[in-house]
């Protein structure tokens, strides 16, 4: 057992020294961390999505900007689509499950928002059609993917983790959030 929880850790670093090396990725992530940065002195909101993992991470990071990562500080306005659960499951029942997220942002997005739709096969489509609301209604998508970018690459801004197993690919997303995070906090309220 001990071998495999070696290899397991062993995996998750391996993956993230490559990533470490990809000065590609990170100049994409300071890109996306700079237009959050813009989105909200603008007055804009930060809009999430994702399923499973990715939804769990959706709202993990729109909880550290609403609430805080390092210290102290105003909220920010981020939102996690879908976790009002009465409108995922009116619109689930009523307009199909691939419209869940887009259903909510056309209802809560305006021009100068930005989403950050996450999924791990860039192929999900209720997270596609949110991207592509997104696109249609002025609002800066970014899409956080695993190694072929799937769909939402031709669609979106798209950050993609050079890894295939999906569980190490989230590892490396709910990072690649902290970052954005810490990044926003730092620059917009001056504190290390």
Partial sequence: MIEEIYSEIKASADLKQVVLADTDLQQRLAELAESC??????????????NGGSFADAQHLAAELVSRLRFNRDALPAIALGTNSSNLTAIGNDYGYEQVFSRELKALG?????????????????????????????????????????????????????????????????????????????TLFSQA
Avoid at 37 to 50: E, L
Avoid at 149 to 160: E, F, I, N, Y
């Fill in 110 to 186: 305006r021009p100068g928002d930005l989403l950050i739709a996450i999924s791990t096969s860039g192929n999900s489509p209720n997270v596609l059609m949110a991207a592509d609301t997104a696109k249609n209604m002025n609002i800066n998508a970014y899409a956080w993917t695993g190694h072929s970018g799937g769909k939402l690459a031709s669609v979106c801004h798209c950050l993609k983790v050079p890894s295939s197993q999906t569980d190490k690919i989230q590892e490396v997303h709910i990072m690649m959030g902290h970052i954005v995070c810490h990044l926003i906090e730092k």
């Fill in 37 to 50: 940065i813009n989105t909200i002195k603008s007055g804009g909101r930060i809009f999430f999505c994702g």
